[in-house]
Structures are given as C-alpha cells and as structure tokens.
C-alpha cells in the first residue's frame, strides 16, 4: 500500500519504519528539516534500541523516504497524522495545534477513496470533529481513529505485533471500507492472531486515554502503599510480589518507585481531567487529580530521603545515576529524575549526574546540569549517591566499587532496583522508597 506518515516525531518516526518493514511504500512528511534529513540518513534522532535497523533497511530497500514536502502525501491513498498532542501552556489542556494543522496541510492532497488515519492521542470528540472536516473536502476521503500503544523502549516491537488494534470508524459503507484498509495495512500482524477491535471514535480515542489511566492509577495505586509502607515499616516490593500473585491484579506496573514520567502518561491522565471537566465529568475523573499528586509527592520523598542522609543539602555533593524518565530511552520529559536534579541543585547541593543516553537531551532541557562521562565520575567524591533510573548498568554496580570512590556510603535508591543486602554489606547506609 502507498502510506504517508505525518509527523516524524517519536511515534511517526517508528510507525513510518516499520509500516515500510511490512513492506508498505511510505512516506514520512515532518516541518522539521533536521529531523527529515536525519531520518533520510537512516539515523534515529531520538535513542530507541532497533529503530536505526529497521529505517536503513527500509530506506535501502526504497520504500521509506521522508520529505517536508506535504504535496509528497499525494501519492499515498492512506494518511497517518502522528503528531504530538503536548500539554498545553499553563493548562492540563492537550494542545491540538500540530493535529489541526496537520489535517489542513494534507486535505488539499485528498484523493476520492483516501483514508485518513489519526494515532496521536486526542481529547474524546476530536475525531468526530475532523471527521467532518475530511468528509467535507472536496475529495471525498474518510477518517478513522487507529490510538497507538507503543512503549518507548519497545517501540519497533510494539509497532509491528502490538497487543492489539484499535479501529474507531464511522458507521455503515464508509467505516467497512475504513476497516478492510486498515486490515491490509496491518495484514502480516492480523495473521498471528493479533485481536482487533472495530469500534466508533468515541471509543477508539478512550480506549487510549483509559489504557494510559488505568497504568497511571496501577503506579500511583502502589506508590501509595509505598507511604503506608514507610509509616509503618513494611516492604513494598514483598507487597507488589505478594499481591501481583493475584492474576487479578498481575505483578506488571506494580514497580514503587520515583513514579511515572515520560512523554504520555503524565499529560495524557492531565489532558483527560481537563475533557472530564469540559464534559461535567469533573467528579468522575477527580481521582486523576489524585493520581497525579501521588505521583509528584515520590519525587519529593527522594529528596527528603537524602536530606535525612547527608544533613544538610546546602554544600552536599550528590552523585546521581539516571536522568531519563526510564531505561533504554534519552527521553527526559517530564522525568522524574530531572526534577528531583533540579530540587537538588535548589536547595544548594552540587550535583553531578550520568545517564548512559540520556546525557545531552537532560542538558539540553536543563543547561545548568553537570554531567559525567561515566557512573564512576557522577559518583567520585560523593556525600550520597542517587539511583534515579533503573538502567541495567546501575543495577549491576560493585557496591565494594563503588565504595573506594565516593566520600560518604550513602545510596538511595530511587527505583528499588539496587540489592540493598549487597549496598549494606558493603557499609552502604541504603535508602529506597517504601522499603524499611
Ligand atoms: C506509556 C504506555 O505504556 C504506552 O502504552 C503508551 O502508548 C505511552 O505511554 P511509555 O511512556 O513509553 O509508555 O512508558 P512506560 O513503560 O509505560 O512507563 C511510564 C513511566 O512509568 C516510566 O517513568 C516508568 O519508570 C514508570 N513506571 C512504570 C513505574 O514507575 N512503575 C512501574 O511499575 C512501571
């Protein structure tokens, strides 16, 4: 099939490479030159383990080109809108600026039969409303709403045999042929037995928003007993192990910690509020609210935790290893790490900090950041050291090696991903969150 992919962020990049794996002829269409260069290089401008793989392979084969040209859509018969629905400025509104724009540039470009197909996450209700701007064109093209799932991390995985598909498509002749497409599309993934769900709009945009809800609420839910835990001496990891036992409840996103970040979850369960409230859902959704607030509290904990540490972090050194929201990503928006960095350096400490990736983009979000070319350089000379990101590399530390280079034992462990019987053993003081 002829695809165009519009946008080349993070979820068009990936979805334009692996549709072109498939064997589909895509083109990826960004406003960005760099990133478009960079891509037609075959160099992912993000870091996502086997994603520069797929997009040499694709782009040798020449069935993936990417261009800033929106006339280049012309030639495809179905359209990905794939661009970033932020937060807005000073609201927990999704900002859908790039999604509208998008759809403009590309309707001069509609062809009768064209299906357009959005995977950004939107606020219930946008679809229908650019339905009737697809519809309306002159070109007689139809929408549907196809949410993507994919985890930074595993995102080239996610793509090509994701959980699921999700098909939000108008009723009657327009959606049944809505659907045969997006099953050509999809064909190689629907032959392993991949479940499909054809449904309205209304429920293809939440099934996104409540799957990323429901995540959310299963971090925070076990973040919350991580408070309970720390006033009453319990251990949260025997309690997630404990109850994850259940199949009910499932040992997955059961992980205390520093809390959830990233690009999604955060302004994804703000975003939902906002619509609940606009809906008069305020007091269905409130929990959100509360969500949200559990999981900021955690960051707050970490520093309060090295406060009860070193004494005084005015004048205190602090090595900290990890700034991405999570493992195997450069991403740092909305990390966790970041911000406890940042409230670090706030109340007076030096702060040196290493993440195996994510480096330059953590710098580049925070110019005043120093970092090290190495977890050994964060840590050197340290009153305390910070594990704020679960990266292998950390987890499999020497503690006895760590030990000879910084000035004081001190750890804490942000993701409860260290061996505190090791930490300990090595005269390690260790600190975790929800942990005695
Ligand atoms: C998420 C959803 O998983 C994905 O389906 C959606 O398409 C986009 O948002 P992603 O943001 O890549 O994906 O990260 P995810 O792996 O879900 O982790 C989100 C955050 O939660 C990370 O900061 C992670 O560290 C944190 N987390 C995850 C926990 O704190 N505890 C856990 O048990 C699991």
Redesign the pocket.
Known sequence: MRISVIGCGYLGAVHAACMAELGHDVVGIDVDQHKVDELGAGRAPFFEPGLPEVLTKALETGRLRFTTDMSAAAEATVHFVAVGTPQTKGSFNADLTYVDAAIDGLLPFLSEGDLVVGKSTVPVGTAARLAGLVEGAKSGATLAWNP??????FAVQDTVSPDRFVYGVPSGDAGAAATAVLDEVYATALATGTPRIVTDYATAELVKVS??AF?ATK?SF?NAMAEVAEATGADVTQLADAIGHDARIGR??????????????PK?IRAFRARGDELGLHDTLSFLGEVDAINLRRRERVVTLTRELVGDLDGATIGVLGLA??PN?DDVRDS?ALDVVTKLVEAGATVTAFDPEANETATRSLPTLTTSETAEDAVRGADAVLVLTEWKEFRELDPAAVATLVAHKRVVDGRNCLDAVAWRAAGFEVRGLGRP
């Open positions: 993507e799932f994919l985890r930074e991390g799957a990323n995540l971090i076990i997955k996103f059961l992980n205390a910690g520093l809390g959830f970040g990233g690009g999604c979850l994804d929201f999570k990503s966790p």
